[in-house]
């Protein structure tokens, strides 16, 4: 029996348990979406391909499962790309389906195809960022080939992968056997662990170190081992900092997190790095704002510090550190041997009295340094006290979605996260516009729970037709626009090194300009407010919890920069020998 191969592929997706695929209309895919008519695929419209790329990183990362996305060739594959590229970076999963010029019309130039090198080169645009491209040059090929890219994107270090159809392939029948004999390949592939020797090596190491740290990244929470990584912290009474990407992987109310290292970390994190004999690294690369641009004197020195570091990517163990013990493994796996084996030398664990009330003190004196600002009544608002009244009102595993600047930078210092995976941030790429449809695909992986997204003016400003998507599928989202009226982050940068904002605020006549954020929802068929006072921003944030709708809140903040002792090369690079980094912009 044969079918269409745009028919074979939704119901391959639909075999697949796969909910959504986000995407945008074109020529080149649009028998693909006929063939959704009356699928159990929900098709995700959006108005622009970065916001459903985007849309699919949150969904993967909140759902834990890999997202799917549809895209139109050339402008279509281009616009997508910064997301897709964002999920690269962040290693998350996604399959990229893209329509291509038909294979008839191969070296014509026909419309809007990419062919200035070579022809048909469309799918060389990715290359640089996905795990593998592939352009589908027969219609037999389709099966195999889609099977593998799912098994690429989820298998190993996760990241997206692109398949490139030529749009007439998706109009060609094919033997239906091509996909049914895929239904025998298994779907989840086993994960490598660790030898007990290695294990017991590592566990002896620290029991015998005199200050052992444990460094959290990222791949903890892709691993899903929070509860491992608890386990073992907890046990040996080891202390852990994390990177940003790692936040929430240990709660930030447990007794032996001490928070995020780097540029936006605090001394006492950073010493707590610089003062540990042995540090093990779990699922991290020790990105450079988290290592404080690897200068040995402000977050991690190695040596005198000695490392061992966890990763299932090979490439990662040893690129910016040398390492005395490295291990490429699934961070779960990995885990569950070592607390088998720790409990087996130290069958009581034991504690470390004096490091627990170190962090205790720390703690409420990073809270009380903070009071002042989280209950200054003024308006534009603190960001300090946007902060605390958005962490008032979202409950425990409420999901937060961040863009860049203060949203990132002072979330991940200072707003705690209590569910591990809960807060959704662009690291290593650091997208601005990001945060808003992130959080609708969040939304949509958990529609139980409440999701925020704190997002800049800026960012908020990058693609405000995520509303429409929100409100045609009902959406409830919450979007804080925290409104400085400018790109916050580099003005201050800027002004601090060069004693000029240029190019960095949002000005009309010399004044502050900023659209009304509450009115463009409006118009969009959302709910929206501008906030006229702090007192009023509580009041209006429950309300927009219990609305069940798409709820826009603008806030005018005041354009402080995030507090910070860590350290960031571009300060030497923008004024070399001078103590300068950010300042505020009035």
């Not at 390949?185 to 490598?192: D, E, G, R, V």
């Not at 566990?203 to 691993?223: D, K």
Request: proline share 6%; aromatic share 8%.
């Amino acid at each position: 029996m044969k079918q269409s191969i745009s028919k074979q592929l939704v119901k391959y997706l639909e075999d697949r348990g796969v909910e959504y695929l986000f995407g945008l209309c074109g020529h080149t895919n649009i028998a693909v979406l006929a063939a959704l008519e009356g699928s159990k695929v929900t098709f995700v419209n959006t108005r622009h391909e970065q916001i459903a790329a985007h849309m699919a990183d949150g969904y993967a990362r909140a759902k834990k499962k890999t997202a799917v996305l549809l895209s139109h060739l050339g402008p279509g594959l281009t616009n997508a790309s910064t997301g897709v590229a964002n999920a690269a970076l962040d290693s998350i999963p996604m399959v990229v389906i893209a329509g291509d010029i038909p294979s008839h019309y191969y070296g014509k130039h026909p419309h809007q195809e990419v062919n200035l090198h070579y022809d048909a080169s469309q799918s060389e645009i990715y290359r640089p960022f996905v795990k593998r491209v592939w352009r589908v040059e027969r219609p037999d090929l389709f099966p195999e080939i889609l099977e593998k890219a799912f098994q690429l994107a989820e298998s190993g270090r996760p990241g997206p992968v692109l398949v490139s159809v030529p749009m007439d392939i998706f109009s060609m029948e094919v033997d239906t056997k091509l996909f049914e004999r895929l239904a025998l390949h298994t779907k989840t592939l086993q994960k490598p662990s660790m030898d007990d020797v290695t294990a017991e090596r590592i566990v002896r190491t620290l029991v015998e170190a005199r200050n052992p740290l444990i460094y959290a990244g990222g791949g903890v929470l892709l691993a899903d081992a929070a509860d491992e990584l608890r386990e073992f912290a907890t046990h040996l009474s080891i202390p852990v900092a994390h990177t940003l990407m790692g936040k929430g992987a240990l709660p930030d109310d447990h007794p032996l997190t001490l928070g995020m290292t780097g540029f936006w970390g605090t001394k006492f994190v950073n010493d707590k790095c610089l003062g540990a004999d042995w540090v093990i690294g779990l699922g991290t690369s020790f990105k450079e704002a988290d290592c404080s641009s690897w200068e040995p004197e402000y977050t991690f020195s190695f040596p005198p510090s000695k490392l061992i570091h966890i990763d299932i990517d090979s490439n990662e163990i040893g690129r910016n550190f040398p390492v005395e013990i490295g291990v490429v493994t699934d961070l779960k796996e990995a885990l569950k041997v070592l607390n088998r084996v720790a409990r087996r030398l130290l069958p009581e664990g034991r504690k470390n009295e004096a490091l627990l009330n170190a962090i205790q003190d720390y703690r409420a004196e990073f809270i009380a340094g903070n009071r002042e600002h989280v209950k200054n009544a003024a308006y534009p608002m603190r960001p300090e006290r946007i902060l605390s009244v958005v962490r008032e009102v979202l409950p425990r595993d409420g999901i937060v979605t961040t863009d860049v600047g203060w949203n990132k930078n002072g979330v991940g210092q200072q707003f705690p996260i209590y569910t591990p995976g809960s807060i959704l941030t662009p690291g290593g790429y650091a997208t601005m516009g990001f945060g808003a449809p992130a959080a609708l695909g969040a939304k949509l992986a958990c529609p139980d729970r409440l999701v925020v997204a704190l997002v800049g003016d800026g960012g908020f400003g990058q693609n405000p037709s995520v509303l429409a998507t929100a409100v045609e599928m009902n959406i409830p989202v919450v979007w804080v626009v925290m409104n400085n009226y400018a790109y916050g982050t580099i003005a201050g940068l800027q002004k601090a090194h060069y004693g000029t904002t240029m190019g960095t605020l949002f000005r009309k006549d010399g004044e502050p300009y900023s659209p009304d954020f509450g009115a463009v929802a409006r118009a969009y068929g959302a709910e929206g407010v501008r906030i006229e006072s702090a007192e009023q921003f509580k009041t209006v944030l429950a309300q927009a919890v219990a609305s069940g709708k798409p709820f826009v809140i603008d806030v005018s903040m005041l354009n402080e920069p995030v507090p910070t002792a860590g350290h960031w090369n571009i300060n030497h690079i923008y004024s070399p020998g001078l103590a300068v980094s950010h300042v505020a912009i009035p």
